[in-house]
T-cell receptor, first 111, second 112 residues
């Protein structure tokens, strides 16, 4: 379905800990998924993507896991830093180039 | 490479007016998509342009329209503004072949 932004869940982590942000997607036919980070006053910034023929993809300090059976995505951030504080969105590509976004998760990093 | 740029960054309009927003994609990108972001509805797809043609459209009224020029720059227009059109309007560019979309900083529109 379409993104519905209501009350965003918040994840609070201590600096240096690992963070895991979860996302459920809606369309079982989606073949491409992206995680974005949005800081206050800025547009979404690409973090990492994954195609449906993969279960896991790693970047620098980030890992995305895809479970197609239950239509679930997760973003793992290792050694979370204060600069990681932002709203994180998952997005699935449907119907051509259209992205459908999740509601977002607020990540707060405590120093 | 320069990123996606959007102008203006901020706009204040009154109900009933119309507004035009501009987006310049990353050099070499031929696809430009527009999204509306509000606290209540989150990020929602408006439309996508590729090679000067609208390739996809979201569920927005006909007051929302767009176009793309031969240099891939895109504009979106909202006519007869309503209070509910107050939002952050984001554009994203990509090569158009299904790869990652990169977003601009957005235009913050306030309708009074």
């Amino acid at each position: 379905g379409e993104s519905v932004g209501l009350h965003l869940p918040t994840l609070s982590v201590q600096e240096g800990d690992n963070s895991i942000i979860n996302c459920a997607y809606s369309n079982s036919a989606s073949d491409y998924f992206i995680w974005y980070k949005q800081e206050s006053g800025k547009g979404p910034q690409f973090i990492i993507d994954i195609r449906s023929n993969m279960d896991k993809r790693q970047g620098q300090r980030v890992t995305v896991l895809l479970n197609k059976t239950v239509k679930h995505l997760s973003l793992q951030i290792a050694a979370t830093q204060p600069g990681d504080s932002a709203v994180y969105f998952c997005a699935e590509k449907v119907d051509g180039n259209k992205l459908v976004f999740g509601a977002g998760t607020i990540l707060r990093v405590k120093s | 490479k320069a990123g996606v740029t959007q102008t203006p960054r901020y706009l204040i309009k009154t109900r009933g007016q119309q507004v035009t927003l501009s987006c310049s994609p990353i050099s070499g990108h031929r696809s430009v998509s527009w999204y509306q972001q509000t606290p209540g509805q989150g990020l929602q797809f408006l439309f996508e342009y590729f090679s000067e043609t609208q390739r996809n459209k979201g569920n927005f009224p006909g007051r929302f329209s767009g176009r793309q020029f031969s240099n891939s720059r895109s504009e979106m227009n909202v006519s007869t503004l309503e209070l509910g059109d107050s939002a952050l309007y984001l554009c994203a560019s990509s090569t158009g072949g299904g790869e990652t979309q990169y977003f601009g900083p957005g235009t913050r529109l306030l309708v009074l």
